[in-house]
């Protein structure tokens, strides 16, 4: 078993920056792929950003490319989420989640893929 605890959501303006943390402990060997997925109310949990633990290769979501960076620290556990440039229709719970199957490009998107889910963390925009 894995365990996710997120960390660092929070209230900012349009425009700020928040950067948020995953911490993954348990088998934390067995992983292919950690990742983000938000879910706004009365919408549907929808892929954010994904990151490959091996090669370190990145996708993301058309709607936070250029604006987000997901990255890792594998000797921490940890991957984390930058999130820059942010806008009010980014408010949603964030969600870290992590894989242990394999999958490439945007067959990595889909929620299903992912075997853990963190407990969320809120993340604010004001306009």
């Known amino acids: 078993q894995v365990q996710l605890v997120e960390s660092g959501g929070g209230l900012v303006q349009a425009g700020g920056s928040l950067r948020l943390s995953c911490a993954a402990s348990?088998?934390?060997?067995?992983?292919?792929?950690m990742g983000w997925f938000r879910q706004a109310p009365g919408k549907e949990r929808e892929f954010v950003a994904r990151i490959n633990l091996i090669s370190g290769s990145t996708l993301y979501a058309e709607s936070v490319k250029g604006r987000f960076t997901i990255s890792r620290d594998n000797p921490r556990n940890t991957q984390y989420l930058q999130m820059n440039s942010l806008k009010p229709e980014d408010t949603a719970v964030y969600y870290c989640?992590?894989?242990?199957?394999?999958?490439?490009?945007?067959?990595?998107?889909?929620?299903?893929?992912?075997?853990?889910w963190g407990q969320g963390t809120q993340v604010t925009v004001s306009s």
């Open positions: 348990g088998r934390t060997s067995s992983l292919f792929a």
């Open positions: 989640a992590a894989t242990r199957d394999y999958c490439t490009g945007y067959g990595c998107s889909g929620a299903t893929k992912y075997n853990y």
